[in-house]
């Protein structure tokens, strides 16, 4: 029997969110919001790569704090506990993953990338997420694009003027 490896992707969740125009301008209304804007952009990606994403927050800061864990729309989202940051969550969770697995680690902080890499995975900057993302956004809208095309009619095409001269040809009304 053939071992299926399945592909991950780890995301430092606040430093995709601190680099990432669109999520800086989402978290001028609120962290929450940016949060949220991350992991529906992510459950996209997701939808269309089908690789697994795991979208880490720091919650290092918070007292008390006894981390959670949430599946959101396809997406795993990790809040960590107090005096646990992102980076050493995606650095334990890496270290115990199957040596089979496709693992990427989405972080801007040059340091994490190369503890990461060190330990089997791929590191990816923010920015090239974010390239690769935009190239798919744009690649399903050019498929929608073609598809809707294609999916119309002659009928849907032709302004209704142009049909009424056709019909009135077609009977040898006046237009003929």
């Known amino acids: 029997m053939v071992e299926k490896h399945e592909e991950y992707l780890f995301i430092d969740g606040y430093n995709i969110i601190n680099a990432w125009p669109e999520l800086i301008e989402a978290k001028s209304v609120s962290l929450e919001t940016a949060r949220d804007k991350l992991v529906d952009i992510m459950s ?18 918070v007292e008390g704090g006894r981390g959670a864990r949430y599946l959101i729309n396809g997406v795993e989202v990790v809040f960590t506990k107090e005096g646990e940051t992102a980076d050493a969550y995606i650095e334990r969770t890496v270290d115990s993953m199957g040596k089979g697995d496709k693992v990427k680690v989405a972080t801007s902080d040059w340091i994490e990338q190369q503890i990461v890499m060190g330990r089997g995975a791929v590191r990816m900057s923010a920015r090239e997420l974010r390239n690769e993302i935009m190239a798919l956004v744009e690649k399903r809208r050019k498929r929608e694009e073609i598809q809707k095309f294609e999916r119309n009619t002659l ?14 040809r077609f009977k040898g009304g006046k237009g003929a």
Do not use: C, N, P
């Open 44 to 61: 996209d990606y997701a939808a269309q790569t089908g690789t697994k994403i795991v979208v880490v927050f720091d919650a290092h800061h």
């Open 155 to 168: 009928g849907e095409r032709v302004d209704k003027s142009t049909w009424r001269l056709i019909l009135e």
